[in-house]
């Protein structure tokens, strides 16, 4: 896709369910021509608002995730996804995820906003 490149980041993400497990479901919308953006929410945090949104095409549940609890924690033995909006800025809704804080602040910088203080929780890359 035109414009599209990638981080070089990445994070950890559970393959199959299990116990304090919720599905991430994905979206993808092309509402935005030429520009086309994808979305990811868990289940319970996120993803019910999309699925009753026309512009946003449901393609699945794609992974596993521990949800933050009221405070924004992760449970034992996870970090927090961020999710940050670019506001538009592209012309296109994207959204950048991060578990660095550091990446999570420069984004700040430039333009996007902080959707949650904590999206997801996931495992640890190795030395995190």
Known sequence: IAGWQRTGQSFNVYST???GL???CRF???SFAPKSSH???P???GCEAALTNPAWKFEGDVFFTALPDAGGGCPAGNVPVYRLYNNGLTGAPNH???TSTAI???MIAQGYAPED???ACVPPQVGE
């Open 43 to 45: 289940r319970g945090l």
């Open 96 to 98: 950048r995820y991060t």
């Open 22 to 24: 919720v599905a991430v």
């Open 117 to 119: 203080d904590n999206t």
């Open 17 to 19: 369910t299990g116990a």
């Open 28 to 30: 993808f919308s092309e």
């Open 104 to 106: 999570r602040t420069q």
């Open 39 to 41: 979305f990811y929410a």
